[in-house]
């Protein structure tokens, strides 16, 4: 069984690894904003960092963390802003939980 202590350790380890992957591709975006191939990619990385997180829990989890994850990449798809779609999901395995 995980301990609470073990899963804030790395809770905080994953929230450094996204801010810091944020952090690093502003200033290389600062940098490099002149080369237009590479501004997409950098505008990519906050996604790939979310899914990067998500991907591994929901191959363990149930239907609800299936829907869930389904709604992240289709919200993130549709609106491309990364707080609304993980709100949406959060939103959803918080409800879709409560009722199994």
Not at 56 to 70: E, F, K, Y
Request: charged residues 10%; positive net charge; aromatic residues 4%.
């Amino acid at each position: 069984m995980i301990s609470d202590h073990s899963a804030v350790i790395g809770i905080l380890a994953v929230a450094s690894i996204v801010y810091l992957t944020r952090i690093s591709g502003y200033l290389v975006g600062q940098r490099l904003r002149h080369i237009s191939g590479l501004q997409s990619i950098l505008e990519t990385l906050p996604g790939c960092a979310m899914m990067a997180i998500l991907v591994p829990a929901v191959r363990q989890g149930n239907l609800v963390d299936l829907a869930s994850l389904v709604m992240v990449v289709v919200l993130m798809w549709k609106t491309d802003n990364v707080v609304i779609a993980t709100v949406a999901g959060m939103l959803i395995l918080v409800l879709g939980n409560q009722y199994i």
